[in-house]
Nanobody
Framework: QVHLVESGGGLVQAGDSLRISCAAS????????MGWFRQAPGKEREFVAA????????RYADSVKGRFTISRDNSKNTMYLQMNSLKPEDTALYYC????????????????WGQGTQVTVSS
């Protein structure tokens, strides 16, 4: 079993940067693909970014490409999402997830989920 805990969310202004983290416990995730998803109020959860076990394969949603950077530190069992040039439309609850597959974009391919960290971007 993998337990995931997100942290680092908060309230920022448009144009600001924020880094959120996802710490894994219970089992090493060094061989797992991992991803970030987000859900805004009244909307369905959507894919943000994914990274394979080694970091050699990365995928982004078009809406965040060029602004967000996903990374991982397997020695710390932790994944990160660096978010730059934040916009009000980035406001959402951000979830991390782990999968036995690689850098996949679909929710159903992920086996383990965190509880989420709130990111709010004011205009």
């Amino acid at each position: 079993q993998v337990h995931l805990v997100e942290s680092g969310g908060g309230l920022v202004q448009a144009g600001d940067s924020l880094r959120i983290s996802c710490a894994a416990s219970g089992r090493t995730v060094s061989s797992y693909g991992m991803g970030w998803f987000r859900q805004a109020p009244g909307k369905e959860r959507e894919f943000v970014a994914a990274i394979n076990w080694s970091g050699s394969h990365i995928r982004y949603a078009d809406s965040v490409k060029g602004r967000f950077t996903i990374s991982r530190d397997n020695s710390k069992n932790t994944m990160y999402l660096q978010m730059n040039s934040l916009k009000p439309e980035d406001t959402a609850l951000y979830y991390c997830a782990a999968t036995t597959f690689g850098a996949v974009v679909t929710e159903y391919e992920y086996d383990f989920w965190g509880q989420g960290t709130q990111v709010t971007v004011s205009s």
